[in-house]
């Protein structure tokens, strides 16, 4: 179930992540409104050792809930990167259609490399389960 009835109800959840995760060290994310029912999300939550995660997300409110109409998310370690998500379409690709068009770019060559991204949705938060993923990354 979306728990996001409003764009205001967004912004308080994305404004207040880093209280919710003690590995977050800091945050560039910004809401910025492109209209009474559409937003963009974009900024970074960095984390230590130099890893950072970079987000883009368009957002809309329909029919009185938050959806996520399209996003990438992008972890940096140092100047590399060494993962991305990004919700283009592949249906080409057999392996993807699970999760479709949910998927995970991983190396070796990146950007060819796809695989599944179960969890991944367009009417709940990514967010969560994002932190959790670098924090188990941090872990390794």
Do not use: C
Request: zero cysteines; glycine letters at 4%.
């Amino acid at each position: 179930m979306n728990p996001f009835q409003s764009l205001r109800d967004y912004e308080t959840f994305v404004y207040s992540l880093a209280e919710k995760y003690p590995a977050i060290l800091s945050s560039t994310l910004t809401v910025i409104h492109r209209g009474r029912h559409r937003a963009e999300l974009v900024g970074e939550l960095r984390f230590s050792r130099e890893v950072r995660l970079s987000v883009q997300e368009y957002i809309s409110l329909d029919t009185e809930r938050v959806v996520i109409e399209g996003y990438s998310y992008e972890v940096w370690h140092g100047g590399e990167k060494a993962y991305w998500y990004d919700s283009q379409p592949h249906p080409h690709i057999p392996e993807l259609k699970i999760t479709d068009p949910h998927h995970k770019h991983v190396p070796p060559d990146i950007k060819h490399n796809r695989i599944p991204a179960p969890g991944f949705s367009f009417t709940e938060p990514n967010l969560p389960l994002l932190v959790t993923e670098v924090e188990r990354y941090l872990a390794s």
